[in-house]
């Protein structure tokens, strides 16, 4: 008897040791999320209507007596970043941020006129919450300049020393710990079931190798930069063989990863539809058509809804257009607000 009641308070020191993670969400503990089996999943609310719709996908075409069974092979899923599995309200995409200070911030750095006025303009525009693709083509210019020279290495660290800076308008957030606990459980349930994992994001590509290197995914497609040889200059790559001495570094823009650019993109980098599509507003919408539409096997879509405005900075007009579009659309709705049981972590509040 004795024994069974220490194995009892061990068996509940354990599951109590588990549960508090949602206390501390560092990025240790992000890359420590196990799901497995639907009984794993603890960041969701009880009753959440979008979590059993997509165990009740997984269960079936997973299950090789089903006639909806998706061979491994084929079992690919996508995932938008920012505002899907991670924050983009505080107050907009970090990597978007990380420039602002590069530029306009670095004591270390010294920009050109021309970037800080790009600079000045993409800060502008996301604290008048007016962003527009002119906007955007500005910081994709500027952030090539701003980070050109570096190697692959230098940005990386760059950018973890980034993540470590206090995610505005939260108390206790770090950028690099932004993520949306209940949806890294969902990359987890996947991977358990054999799905290939990409996300597909406008974010930079090398900020997101960095940021992201924490989850179990496949592959990250983004916003990207070229590389070059320090010595190469303007001579084409076909003309050019790298010399001992050459640094491989980054240059010039290539691509925005949004809209029609996602489909593009993943066409090329995936070449196979994929089944499975998240995002959270229309601007998902060509990468989540592209996987739905004409694919020979059963689909399903995920949108992130932004209505918590207690948690998070829910923004209830978007809020509501995204809905409409899911109903519209046949897409499956995920509430912050109703089906997240915790998004950062309870100790995670927004600032007063």
Known sequence: MKRKILAAIAAGLIAFSSFSMVDAATRDEISAIQVKKPKDFKFWAKNSVAKQKLIEYVTDVTNKKSKNYIPVADRIAVFDVDGTIACETAPFCFDFMMFVHRALDDPNYIASAQDKANAEAVKAAIYN????????????????????GMTAEEFADY????LKTPVEGFNNLKVGEAFYLPMIEVISYLKANDFKIYLVSGADRDYMRTSAEILPVDGMIGTDYKYVATNQGEIDGMDYTLQPEDKVIRGNFISKDINMNKVSNMAREIGKKPVLAFGN?????????????GNKYRTAAFLVICDDVEREFGNMNKANKCIKLADDSGWIKISMRDDFKTIYGDNVTREK
Request: hydrophobic share 25%.
């Open 129 to 148: 919450k007016n962003m527009t693709n002119d906007v955007r083509r500005k910081h994709c210019e500027s952030n090539a300049n701003v980070f050109a």
């Open 159 to 162: 950018t973890k020393n980034y």
């Open 281 to 293: 507003s229309s601007g998902d919408s060509s990468m989540i058509n592209f996987s739905m539409r």
